[in-house]
């Protein structure tokens, strides 16, 4: 059975672009979660999608968005990039349960640099 | 924002030894996950702990659980070198997001 799997596994951008990343969940699993691993800052949540709707968000500027899609795979999009984005960006999926979360899949990261 | 806290930051044994590491939290949780992390990949899930167990086995690995004092160990019995690696401990209190713990370094050497 297939992992989580992101795409690009590196993606260069400068400061002011915008960067999408992709995320498809394990076969089966609804619901996608979006982290970021930043340089001494640790791994900070940022974005929930389970069955198509965003269900909980991160501490992070309106500038990072995303959605899912009716296959369960999901975008991050990232506008006005800023060099502090820099960071490993890794999804994870999991069957999807609203109350609690059990197992999340991580996907091997999508490395964003911003110069 | 971090929930957790881990320590020691770093650890450095030998192949064989034991090695263990903490992790502390600050809010009530429904469960405790481990992940380990090599080389800035991705997560690996190594052990889920619910908020109603203490303690719990797989393989070469044993976590324990206090929540009354909002703490986890995980130990890892006979290091081998493919240990090395960063590990996490990572909380879930509702609204199903991880909040992960800043991390040991764990470093096993020959």
């Known amino acids: 059975e297939a992992g989580v799997t992101q795409s690009p596994t590196h993606l260069i951008k400068t400061r002011g672009q915008q960067a999408t990343l992709r995320c498809s969940p394990i076969s089966g699993h609804t619901s996608v979660y979006w982290y970021q691993q930043a340089l001494g800052l640790g791994l900070q949540f940022l974005l929930w999608y389970d069955e198509g709707e965003e269900r909980n968000r991160g501490n992070f500027p309106p500038r990072f968005s995303g959605r899912q899609f009716p296959n369960y795979s999901s975008e991050l999009n990232v506008n006005a990039l800023e060099l502090e984005d820099s960071a490993l960006y890794l999804c994870?999926?999991?069957?999807?349960?609203?109350?609690?979360?059990?197992?999340?899949?991580f996907g091997p990261g999508t490395r964003l640099l911003v110069l | 924002s971090q929930q957790g806290e881990e320590d020691p930051q770093a650890l450095s044994i030998q192949e064989g030894e034991n090695a263990t590491m903490n992790c502390s939290y600050k809010t009530s949780i429904n469960n405790l996950q481990w992940y380990r992390q090599n080389s800035g990949r991705g997560l690996v899930h190594l052990i889920l702990?619910?908020?109603?167990?203490r303690e719990k086995h797989s393989g070469r690995l044993r976590v324990t659980l206090d929540t009354s004092k909002k703490s986890s160990s995980l130990l890892i019995t006979a290091s081998r070198a493919a240990d090395t690696a960063s590990y996490f401990c990572a909380t879930v209190s509702g609204a199903s997001k991880l909040t992960f713990g800043t991390g040991t370094r764990l470093q096993v050497t020959l």
């Open positions: 702990i619910r908020s109603n167990e």
């Open positions: 994870a999926s999991s069957l999807g349960d609203r109350r609690v979360a059990e197992t999340q899949y």
